[in-house]
């Protein structure tokens, strides 16, 4: 397993598409990070709508 991982990796950076696939999890984790943020702004306008509501 170890041999076909190593080989794998090499191949990869031999073509050039090691960065590809570096490109490709920076950008997964990009799109999480910023669905995460977004979700997070949601929660507080829900939370201080909710604390607006229940004062009234």
């Known amino acids: 397993m ?3 991982t190593t080989s794998l990796t ?3 950076r031999q073509d050039g598409k090691i ?3 570096v490109v490709v999890i920076a950008i997964v984790l990009l799109g999480w990070l910023t669905y995460f943020l ?13 604390d607006e509501l ?3």
């Open 19 to 21: 960065w590809v696939v």
């Open 10 to 12: 090499e191949t990869l």
């Open 2 to 4: 170890d041999q076909l």
């Open 38 to 50: 977004r979700l997070g702004s949601r929660v507080g306008r829900l939370k201080r709508r909710i």
């Open 54 to 56: 229940s004062q009234n």
